[in-house]
């Protein structure tokens, strides 16, 4: 039988291994999202992976600002250039906002990514990376 003085290091104990399965389950759902929100999946695919993992009561929940960097495989024009040629931000409303990074930069505003990709995609071309 346990002394007195071995049963609050026994609780101690048990409360310890009961906050690392606590730990360990929020670092588990954690890494889901992670992934969801950086794996490479659409904006909506992967907020349909956040509200399924996080639990349900979402349908008001808007979906967080993005930021992203428009990728030039190649250059049709000879202006901007190849690789990171601009940088942008999606609201939560879709609007963008996206600077340009060559010698003679300029902030432009669009209604939507797709709308970006309609101008400035040449065709698949140039891609909209999330970060």
Do not use: C
């Not at 993992?53 to 202006?79: A, C, I, Y």
């Not at 250039?81 to 505003?109: H, K």
């Not at 990514?113 to 909209?128: K, N, S």
């Amino acid at each position: 039988m346990a002394s007195p003085a071995d049963i609050p290091a026994a609780r101690t104990a048990q409360r310890v291994t009961d906050l690392t399965a606590e730990l360990n389950a929020v670092r588990l759902t954690l890494n889901k999202v992670r992934e969801a929100a950086f794996g490479g999946l659409d904006q909506a695919e992967a907020f349909a992976v956040i509200r399924r993992t996080l639990g349900d009561n979402w349908e008001h929940t808007q979906v967080p600002g993005r930021m992203f960097d428009l990728m030039r495989d190649r250059d049709f024009s000879g202006k901007s250039g190849t690789g990171r040629v601009a940088e942008g931000f999606v609201f939560e409303d879709g609007t963008v906002v996206m600077r340009w990074l060559s010698n003679r930069a300029s902030t432009n505003i669009y209604a939507s990514v797709e709308d970006v990709i309609e101008v400035h995609g040449h065709g698949g071309a140039t891609q909209v990376v999330f970060r």
